[in-house]
């Protein structure tokens, strides 16, 4: 079975992610939902001559008067049976775009380079969905890779309302461009439903994200969940078709690049049944390192390894 879950403000809340928040659907392991996602606030909005999803502009309504947080995320999604403890597979099977159009912009004091750009300066970009391109200002042509930036499950209880800007051992803001149609994302439960969240869709973007956004868009999103009671997991992995992905965040790079290894350390390790000097050897030579983002107040590193090397 596949269900839909559409974008409106009784379906989306905007820069937060909390166990207390009810679900607005709840599905069976192995079912999947397309969840559609809208992106930006009305200052973000195209000139006329774009499509503008409708509900985007209900969900500005609804907020008027409320300070803005950076993500509209769409969710939360339970799964039955889901309990702290479990891990929740996420099977990205499809991501498509859902307008003509996203942004781009940095703002003085941010970014990771906070200090060199005085002024705010956005770009509005047309998006072509059939050539899966998109158009510079100075005409300049980059393909799409769309994913989701934001990807969560709940955070624990006890943590409360937690910012939707820094990713965690819930997922997040991870910004990973790795997490097109076809990966996996795998996730540690905290919450009861699991409760999982989406958005901040992203149309292309360079591993660093260094001003603060990548071609921020509205994407729509189709997912399988499948619930892992086999697994134990305390932070967030992904696979590839060709690649088995650790992450590491903290604010500071090198803890999130130690973090990163350790965690594949151990994934070879569990995978293999070589030695971890073996596994921290095979890295060397292999695995690659790479900065995920570098603006979420919790940077990210990443680290991949090919799948054909789990042999033994």
């Known amino acids: 079975m596949t269900h839909r879950?559409?974008?409106?403000?009784?379906?989306?809340?905007?820069?937060?992610?909390?166990?207390?928040?009810?679900?607005?659907?709840?599905?069976?392991?192995?079912?999947?939902?397309?969840?559609?996602?809208v992106s930006g606030g009305p200052d973000a909005l195209p000139p006329e001559g774009f499509h503008v999803p409708p509900e985007l502009r209900v969900i500005h309504a609804a907020e008027a008067g409320l300070p803005f947080g950076p993500h509209i995320l769409t969710g939360p999604v339970a799964i039955e049976g889901a309990q702290a403890g479990d891990v929740l597979e996420v099977r990205i099977l499809d991501v498509a775009l859902r307008q003509d159009w996203g942004f781009n912009r940095h703002r003085p004091l941010a970014g990771t380079l906070p200090d060199?750009?005085?002024?705010?300066?956005?770009?509005?970009?047309?998006?072509?969905?059939?050539?899966?391109?998109a158009r510079m200002p100075w005409e300049l042509e980059i393909p799409l890779a769309p994913f989701f930036g934001v990807m969560a499950v709940a955070p624990p209880p006890e943590w409360g309302r937690c910012t939707s800007i820094i990713p965690r051992a819930f997922g997040g803001n991870l910004d990973n461009k790795e997490?097109?149609?076809?990966?996996?994302?795998?996730?540690?439960?905290?919450?009861e439903g699991a409760l999982f969240s989406c958005g901040d869709g992203h149309g292309a973007q360079g591993d660093g994200e260094v001003n603060v956004t990548a071609i921020e868009t509205?994407?729509?999103?189709?997912?399988?969940?499948?619930?892992?009671?086999?697994?134990?997991?305390?932070?967030?992995?992904?696979?590839?078709?060709?690649?088995?992905?650790?992450?590491?965040?903290?604010?500071?790079?090198?803890?999130?690049?130690?973090?990163?290894?350790?965690?594949?350390?151990?994934?070879?390790?569990?995978?293999?049944?070589?030695?971890?000097?073996?596994?921290?050897?095979?890295?060397?030579?292999?695995?690659?390192?790479?900065?995920?983002?570098?603006?979420n107040q919790h940077k990210g590193v990443h680290c991949m390894l090919r799948k054909e090397y789990l042999v033994r």
């Open 5 to 37: 879950l559409t974008a409106s403000p009784e379906t989306c809340r905007w820069g937060y992610l909390d166990a207390t928040v009810p679900p607005v659907l709840t599905v069976r392991s192995g079912e999947r939902v397309t969840i559609e996602t």
């Open 218 to 295: 509205a994407l729509s999103g189709t997912f399988e969940f499948v619930l892992r009671t086999d697994l134990r997991l305390t932070y967030p992995r992904a696979e590839t078709p060709t690649h088995v992905i650790t992450m590491g965040l903290d604010p500071d790079l090198d803890r999130c690049a130690e973090r990163a290894l350790r965690e594949m350390i151990d994934l070879v390790v569990a995978r293999t049944g070589i030695t971890r000097d073996e596994a921290y050897a095979l890295c060397s030579i292999a695995a690659d390192l790479r900065v995920t983002q570098t603006v």
């Open 179 to 191: 997490l097109v149609a076809g990966t996996t994302l795998f996730l540690p439960v905290f919450a």
């Open 116 to 133: 060199d750009f005085p002024d705010f300066h956005h770009m509005n970009i047309p998006l072509d969905g059939e050539r899966r391109t």
